[in-house]
């Protein structure tokens, strides 16, 4: 547990130093989203029987908490291997390493859950279209700790900063338009639907937007969220150990 606190508390240390470069551009993305698709066209379109903006704003929460967990741990694992050759001090350092990817992860998972927490106050102001629940909470944290374990696996995997940014655009990119953020899953192809169902961020849109599904679809989603989490943080732990 102490060498768990120490990740995190180094992880607090450097979000204090960067605490207004994080919280604006933490916010960028979400400003533009809502105010070019919410506010663009929510007055004028309705999505499954709710005003576009009612439908929108889970999807960017799912989307932004996606991109930055994603992002801060993978490019977090990736500089200190890379650049800063930072990574070498925790291998040799008697903290055990599945620790160190546990700490890693849950740091990144708490700049998602920064993201989501600036994105409910900002639409809180002009909107009550969004319904906070516990069961909404639970997914968006699931989403954050998905996507930290995956940026940790992939920050691991990938041997220059070009092949992380080239992950993103192939995989993280596509997930952010394809799995329901903008329009419904089943708008798609149904072969395409099928392929797009499968991935983590249409669970997490999907269960965002839970009013009216039984309790068996709710525990679907948070159960799909959960196999991925724990097999990319064993995916993650396991190569933490043999990476260098």
């Known amino acids: 547990m102490a060498g768990l606190y120490g990740i995190l508390w180094q992880e607090a240390v450097v979000f204090k130093r960067k605490f207004w470069a994080t919280t604006l551009g933490n916010m960028v993305s979400p400003i533009l989203y809502l105010v070019a698709f919410g506010w663009g066209l929510g007055g004028s379109v309705q999505m499954n029987g709710m005003s576009y903006m009612a439908y929108i704003i889970p999807g960017i929460i799912g989307m932004n908490t996606m991109m930055i967990s994603f992002s801060n741990t993978g490019s977090s694992i990736n500089i200190s291997r890379l650049f800063y050759k930072t990574f070498e001090s925790y291998m040799i350092s008697p903290i055990n390493m599945t620790v160190y990817a546990l700490g890693k992860i849950i740091a990144g998972a708490l700049y998602g859950v920064y993201s989501a927490l600036l994105i409910v106050i900002l639409v809180s102001v002009f909107t009550t279209d969004l319904v906070i629940t516990p069961y909404f909470v639970l997914i968006a944290l699931l989403n954050c700790l998905v996507f930290s374990a995956m940026g940790f696996f992939v920050g691991l995997l990938v041997n220059s900063h070009s092949d992380m940014s080239k992950f993103t655009s ?37 269960a965002l937007r839970s009013s009216g599904e039984s309790a068996g679809q709710m525990a679907l989603h948070v159960g799909v969220l959960a196999v991925y989490f724990i097999v990319l943080f064993i995916l993650g732990a396991h190569h933490c150990k043999n990476v260098e």
């Open 170 to 206: 192939f995989v993280i990119t596509p997930m952010s338009f394809l799995c329901g953020t903008f329009f419904p899953v089943d708008k798609m192809p149904e072969v395409l639907g099928w392929i797009i169902y499968v991935l983590p961020l249409t669970h997490t849109n999907i």
